[in-house]
């Protein structure tokens, strides 16, 4: 997490858009984003304008949501999910060798 910090601009911007990208369908209140997040209202506040700025996110009514839309959301998403895909990967290739 802290390299993705330090990639992408700050943690909390790390945990706002994973938040976001694992939850695609789903809409959060500034309330929710920053509970959710685990950061505080105001720095919330600001990786959101942030996030609205380059069109990542979208607001509706009162809630933000992930932009489908968002230019390089396919990369993104992989990105995103690389680690896990490759976590499990080598899992499942420790497990069938310890089993042999």
């Known amino acids: 997490m802290e390299i993705l910090g330090k990639i992408l601009g700050s943690p909390a911007r790390v945990k706002i858009m994973r938040l976001f990208l694992l939850n695609r369908e789903n809409g959060f209140t500034n309330k929710d984003v920053a509970k959710k997040s685990r950061v505080s209202s105001p720095i919330a506040r600001r990786e959101l304008k ?20 968002f230019k390089y959301a396919p990369e993104i998403g992989s990105f995103w999910h690389a680690p896990t895909v490759l976590t499990k990967k080598l899992f499942w ?8």
């Open 50 to 69: 942030i996030l609205s700025s380059v069109k990542f996110i979208r607001k509706q009514r009162k809630n933000w949501f992930f932009n489908p839309s």
């Open 93 to 100: 290739t420790l497990l069938t060798k310890r089993a042999r």
